[in-house]
């Protein structure tokens, strides 16, 4: 399928407020220096290691901008994923503070899991994860194998997240969920703060962008990088766009209501991180204000994304592309350009937030198995720190 071919919705933030201070009731959920904590305790952690901020010279010139920049999670600690920098960091506090016999839950898409259960690994906690229908065998298989107890229920993202809770409930487990709700705010707080790391990284590493687009799920990711952006540039960060898939856009449908909102149906999408229906009330406190727009994006233009990112030996997968595929499709098409003041000065900073988390799934949508797509040289890739 052509880039040609797809279409995205993009819908401006109606209650963004450029002008308002990142202040008090920001800094609760998100703060500088709590990101600060975090990059410190992750940098202690054995095998730390900034990961490649790639400049994409051929993405770049193709879609008529100065520079893109993707920031690769895809190596992040051997998992794969950003999301080691939340789960796990939040498991380290919690076993820092809680004594032995720590047992913690979570309900996931497949990286939150992942990462919660390495963390418990490493910190002699026990830890059992909920996964749902649509996770694939091959997402739930790693899992296992950090020796998390793997628990199959729920139909969706959402309703294993209940279900969860209410086996922790019962059981007397600690939970170390991404998103949060009313009564739970003060774990995925951490988790989210963990995110932080990532941008802070891209920065030290040179990234000075003109535009950001950051995919969404249940917003922690998004609301982490723009938290940190708006405490430190206030009015003059980066135009920051979220992007979701349309068939899981609980953060776009939040900015159309001027809240919270859910959205329902099978989620199903190939965006497997992304598959949730209701955004965390903590990440929209950033969000809502803070956003300048929100976008949605077909299936087909996150493997478009895969396979041209892969055409440039740079493996991302399914939801982790999300941001770029975003990006360039709002690249050519004229009317979005000019809304988001798009031109051949910008600098535009997308994160690859997932390498092949399942090999099996990306062989399928690229017709390559990752290691070959990473053995292959390219001239067009570099790498800027
Ligand atoms: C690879 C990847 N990218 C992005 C996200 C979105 O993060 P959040 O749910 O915090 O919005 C997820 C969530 O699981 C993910 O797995």
Redesign the pocket.
Known sequence: MSLESLSAQLLLNPNADRARAYGAEERAVLSRERAEEAASAIRGWPRYAPTPLRSLAATAREAGVAEVFYKDEGHRFGLK???ALGGAYAVQVLAAGGGSGLTVACAT????GRAVAWGALRAGAKAVIFVHEGVSQGRAEAIAGFGAEVVRAGRTYDGSVRLCAEAAEKNGWQIVS??SWPTYEDVPKIVMQGYAVMVAEAEAQGARPTHVFV????????AAVLAWLWEGQGARRPVFVVVEPEKAACLFESARAGKPASVGGDLDTIMA??A?GEP?PL?WRILGPGADAFMTIPDAAASEAMRNLADLSVVG?E??VAGLAGFRLAARDAEMRRTLRLDESSRVLVFG??GA?DPEVYHRIVGRAPEDVERAASLEMGEVG
């Open positions: 994923s950003f999301k898409d497949g990286n939150h991404d998103t995919q969404g799920g249940i917003g922690g990711a998004a991180g992304l949730c965390s990440a997968g939801s982790g937030t997932e988390t």
